[in-house]
């Protein structure tokens, strides 16, 4: 079945680095989504990508959905410790990524 | 607007033990989710809903959980017996009508955490 994995599964940054999520399919995808867990929280929704190398941006975090709609990347610059949590790829609304967490070391 | 509802917040069994679990999602939306995220993983499709109709159950362990959505608003999710793998956290989401092609974003409640001992 499909699968679809996300690097690294940790990551502690200092305050201030940059943080960077990868997320491959097995498969292409005909969309994908990002969603943001806090501790103890539920997953809430960042951003949507569809279209094929689309580039979208929300202040310091920018998302992208590879060529071939097989992966895609999250990127936060200049972490803050609003940050923390766990970041998920939803591949075409039915299989979330294994998910990165992060820490910020203020 | 009111959220994704979801009850109990905690639930604590023994092993052989049936439970069930309520969603409310948001009004109007047509899709409901419901998932399983065991600590440390990413949340797994158990079931989707369109409206009153099944429209994904191929991760549900059927021989122990069942869901129903009989009137297309409110959900329930039970299993029965519980193991003690099936501790976990039972997120409910809903999002906007599937078929309508474009993909929405899925809006999550606060989850029901089980235990099972």
């Known amino acids: 079945g499909q699968q679809v994995m996300q690097i690294p599964q940790y990551q502690h940054v200092q305050e201030g680095e940059d943080f960077t999520t990868y997320c491959n399919s097995s498969?292409?995808?005909?969309?994908i989504q990002w969603y943001k867990q806090r501790p103890g929280g539920h997953p809430v929704f960042l951003i949507q990508?569809?279209?094929?190398?689309e580039v979208k941006k929300q202040k310091r975090l920018t998302f992208q959905f590879g060529e071939a709609k097989k992966n895609s990347s999250l990127h936060i610059t200049a972490t803050q410790t609003t940050d923390v949590g766990t970041y998920f790829c939803?591949?075409?609304?039915?299989?979330f990524g294994t998910g990165t967490s992060l820490t910020v070391i203020p | 607007e009111a959220g994704v509802a979801q009850s109990p917040r905690y639930k604590i069994i023994e092993k052989r033990q049936s439970v069930a679990f309520w969603c409310n999602p948001i009004?109007?939306?047509?899709?409901l989710y419901w998932y399983q995220q065991i600590l440390g993983q990413g949340p797994k499709l158990l079931i989707q809903?369109?409206?009153?109709?099944?429209?994904?159950d191929s991760q549900l362990p059927k021989d122990r959980f069942s869901a129903e959505r009989l009137k297309g608003v409110d959900s329930t999710l039970k299993i029965q017996p519980a193991k003690l793998e099936d501790s976990a956290v039972y997120l409910c989401?809903?999002?906007?009508?599937?078929?309508?092609?474009?993909?929405?974003?899925?809006?999550f409640g606060p989850g029901t955490r089980l235990t099972v001992t």
């Open positions: 990508l569809v279209k094929s190398g």
């Open positions: 498969t292409t995808l005909s969309n």
């Open positions: 809903f369109q409206n009153n109709g099944v429209v994904d």
């Open positions: 939803l591949g075409n609304q039915f299989y």
């Open positions: 989401a809903s999002s906007l009508d599937l078929q309508r092609g474009a993909p929405y974003e899925q809006y």
């Open positions: 009004s109007g939306h047509a899709t």
